[in-house]
């Protein structure tokens, strides 16, 4: 009788055990929209979105990753002024996309802090053949002042 109590609780906890496990995994792995490359190291917005994003094909779906590397400092004047901290920088829009296309960013509120990689996913399924040219608009914050470039 006492061995069958036991086993019933082992039965038990190993139940519990794997639904946190399988809890614990999904929340890691689809909390995160995306995941940057880290062998970009010069500020900027990776893959170039002119040449270097991969091709779609019409009415499949179609995902890539792009990076933002943000800079730690930038040199605002000539030296021997120091260089300006980054506060941050956020993508404030993602244009020229193609219809049924959206993207997520990492953080989901697209802002990354000065000298962090972040990325941005680009993905969906399009009915419309084209060439699309894409704009990214991105806000950086340095001496409690916004600079925008795209």
Do not use: R
Request: proline letters at 9%; hydrophobic letters at 40%.
């Amino acid at each position: 009788m006492a061995s069958k109590i036991k086993h019933k609780t082992m039965k038990k906890k190993l139940l519990f055990s794997i639904i946190v496990l399988t809890f614990i995994t999904n929340v890691i792995v689809i909390g995160q929209n995306c995941v940057p490359d880290f062998s970009n190291t010069q500020s900027g917005l990776y893959p170039d979105s002119a040449t270097g994003l991969p091709c779609a094909i019409v009415n499949t779906f179609y995902t890539t990753t792009m990076t933002v590397v943000v800079p730690a400092d930038t040199q605002i004047v000539p030296p021997p002024i120091p260089p300006a901290p980054v506060d941050s920088a956020v993508l404030t829009s993602l244009t020229g996309l193609p219809s049924g296309f959206t993207f997520l960013c990492e953080p989901p509120i697209c802002s990354w802090g000065g000298g962090t990689t972040g990325c941005v996913k680009v993905f969906g399924t399009s009915s419309t053949i084209g060439v699309y040219y894409l704009t990214a608009v991105i806000e950086s914050y340095l001496l409690g002042h916004t600079t925008s470039a795209s």
